[in-house]
């Protein structure tokens, strides 16, 4: 399975953008479906996105559906989530993952990577 590491997380505005990036490691990375999910403090970590393994197919979390965009490109084994009209409820940890499945209503990876934070101010 790959490894995976996040970056370009910070700090920013309400209504600002942010472009995470997920560089990925290892023989599987370009046939997985691959995901972000986030983790605000005191709250239990939650989907947020979603690609399949050729960028066919994407899903997002009804929360930031119009706002975030998923892609991937194979050919650099690397996954981005793009952030606009971000808000102060989007502040959280933010992880890939990868070797997503589909179980009983969510989505299940098989590995992450070590997350990045992102924060926004009022």
């Known amino acids: 399975q790959a490894q995976l590491a996040e970056s370009g997380g910070g700090l920013v505005q309400t209504g600002g953008s942010l472009r995470l990036s997920c560089v990925g490691s290892?023989?599987?990375?370009?046939?997985?479906?691959m995901g972000w999910f986030r983790q605000a403090p005191g709250k239990e970590r939650e989907f947020v996105a979603v690609?399949?393994?050729?960028?066919?197919?994407?899903n997002y979390a009804d929360s930031v559906k119009g706002r975030f965009t998923i892609s991937r490109d194979n050919a650099q084994n690397t996954v981005y989530l793009q952030m606009s009209s971000l808000k102060p409820e989007d502040t959280a940890i933010y992880y890939c993952?990868?070797?997503?499945?589909?179980?009983?209503?969510?989505?299940?990876?098989?590995?992450w990577g070590q997350g990045t934070q992102v924060t926004v101010s009022s």
């Open positions: 993952a990868g070797g997503l499945t589909y179980w009983s209503g969510n989505y299940e990876p098989n590995y």
């Open positions: 290892g023989s599987t990375f370009s046939s997985d479906a």
């Open positions: 690609i399949s393994w050729n960028g066919g197919t994407t």
